[in-house]
């Protein structure tokens, strides 16, 4: 059933979304901050339920594409966030009737929240991973075929553009130097898809379970309950680790955050790889999970999200992990988002540990030495 | 009066057009083939002058946008060079029904006749410029007020990009690293405008001008005459210097051929400064001609146009300079493409070797030591 998004649910939405963009996506602040302004100037924005739309809506992303670090430096305008949906539109065959999120995490749960609000459409309950990862291309449409095309990207200053590429891997790589020169962070839309195909290729209900997780977490608080127990329960997850940050390896390059990150507990030191989204999980030698399965830190006891750009050194924090959708584990998937895409030379593991059996890379080699792993991340 | 373009004019536009193009514009050769072929295939164009266009004309200037060097490699299909039209027309108010080149300069001549041949329209007798330069920005239309926007470009692997920009500079910047990922050779269209417009805007007649210096070089070496001569007669230049090429230095970076030549001759050696097209032309620590003004290097005796990525170690060549559209000499207009935008610290010098009265950087010095001006090379 369709619900209405408002200021006060923001919160909730922008701390669950945090969970499930696995240390990815953004300072959840900012989005909720943007998400909010849109709300208090242009009303509530009506969730639609996937199973209430018609098949030939016509259905658009909208993104965050560039730094989330930048972002925090320059508030996206509601100009900017209606912008690149102005500069697409022409060029489809029917006007937008339905917004959507590219991915759960961080601020592209917020953004599109705020673009819905601002252009006076309803935003639908879903988004195209079921989670965040940091490249365009990397979103379960891809997989079923559909085009990024037509896809607009703007910027704070004014400037737009609109892409017709041949594949959604060039779409990236050009939306991606583009974006770095206009200043590292832009406003996107992208995947125009029909209400039909938006059931076909899109994880649904995700808005509402990040809405759920992040009000689970501030029931438990409030009960004096687990949060990070609820949280588990929410994702049919488990937890894998708990102890205090104690490395905190991170550089830019290429328009992405990546690093290491190593927390000490009783059962030794967990190691974190991450590319803006956490990667990897492994205790010494052995791989515990690897993406596309979630890998989540939460405070250890207000099981408040940390994403990879705040944790610090010293930090009590709990590792849990959580099973992705499950069409994220197709050989033709992990090709795409599996730990060898990253430069992990591992088997992907599930989120419980076991090794994938979608994985058909052909390598034996599930465990190799953390320097090792330093040196293969590129 | 308006005139047909038939297979039989290419070579003598082509040649004058690597003459007018300063060095720069790549390997005329190949924009001959490819306008050859766009004729014989779809039949010969019309050649307009710019007092028959109707006010409400709507003209779109053709282009090859990067490093024409990789242009030799990948020669555009006809595809490729209609591609960016096409995606950019839905976004105008009305059809194209002209098109025009954004300079007189190698390829940048004859891209626009195969883009007319294949389009099945008129091109319009006349240029941006009247010379080349390497940024998109560097136009007379940028000087009175125009937008490139919308501009397209696309690649031989079919993925083609519409941009919206607030000012000229960030098309440029925006497409400049499109180009680059997409391999350094892109088509781009750009700067739509109406017959009352162009008009104004650009230089009248220079399309009938570079096919006649190029008829005027090839009628000398037939009846004996010296071609050069005839060549400066034709653009009411001057020759600067005659000698042999004794040292070229040049870089290929961000998208540009930057570097120098020098060439011993009997008044000494004359250096010459480019970043694709010739800018600078210094006998010892005298500045003879700098940008805007027109420097051309020519083959000694045949007085065949030679391009900067042409030039080599003992070449007889001759050097003639030419004065460039007189618009090119206002304060606003030197600001963008005078020697100081390029990294030179001079003055402006006109063709016939006295100081622009247009330059009001407020430098008195118009002199320096030729290992100053190495450095001051970006």
């Known amino acids: 059933m369709a619900w209405t998004l408002d200021t006060q649910h923001v919160p909730d939405l922008a701390r669950g979304a945090a969970v499930l963009g696995t240390g990815g996506g953004g300072d ?9 302004q849109a709300i208090e100037t242009h009303g509530p924005v009506t969730v639609v339920p996937a199973d209430e739309l018609p098949d030939d809506a016509v259905v658009v992303m909208v993104a965050m594409m560039g730094a989330p670090t930048v972002m925090v430096e320059k508030l996206p305008s509601l100009d900017e966030v209606v912008a690149p949906l102005r500069a697409m539109e022409p060029l489809l065959d029917a006007p937008v009737t339905h917004i959507a999120c590219a991915e759960i995490g961080g601020v592209n749960s917020t953004i599109p929240v705020a673009a819905a609000a601002a252009l006076g459409l309803p935003l639908v309950d879903g988004d195209a991973m079921g989670r965040a990862f940091p490249e365009l291309q990397m979103v379960l449409p891809t997989l079923f075929g559909l085009s990024a095309s037509p896809m607009a990207f703007a910027d704070e200053k004014g400037n737009t553009g609109v892409l017709h590429t041949i594949d959604n891997l060039w779409a ?3 939306a991606r130097v583009a974006c770095v020169e206009m200043g590292c962070s832009v406003i996107i839309t992208l995947f125009p898809q029909s209400g039909a195909q938006f059931r076909q290729t899109m994880v649904l209900g995700s808005l509402s379970q990040a809405t759920a997780v992040g009000a689970a977490i501030a029931q438990a608080r409030t009960a004096n309950e687990d949060p990070v127990a609820r949280a ?4 049919r997850g488990r937890e894998l680790f708990a102890g205090k940050v104690v490395d905190v390896e991170r550089a830019t390059t290429a328009g992405f955050a990546r690093g290491h990150a190593r927390i000490d507990g009783e059962a030794g030191t967990l190691e974190l790889s991450f590319q803006n989204e956490h990667l990897m999980a ?4 052995e791989v515990l999970v690897t993406t596309p399965d979630l890998i989540m830190v939460l405070e250890h006891d207000s099981g408040e999200p940390i994403t990879t750009e705040a944790l610090r050194y010293g930090q009590r924090v709990r590792v849990i992990a959580a099973p992705a959708d499950e069409r994220w584990h197709s050989p ?3 090709e795409m988002v599996g730990p060898g895409y990253f430069g992990y030379p591992v088997t992907t593991h599930r989120f419980d540990g076991t090794p994938d059996p979608g994985d058909r890379r052909g390598t034996a080699d599930t465990t190799l030495a953390p320097t090792d792993t330093l040196e293969a991340v590129r």
């Open 28 to 36: 959840p602040h900012i989005g909720a901050l943007l998400a909010t």
């Open 172 to 174: 990236e790589r050009i």
């Open 232 to 235: 588990v329960e929410e994702l």
């Open 282 to 285: 492994q205790l010494g030698d």
């Open 332 to 334: 033709a998937a992990l």
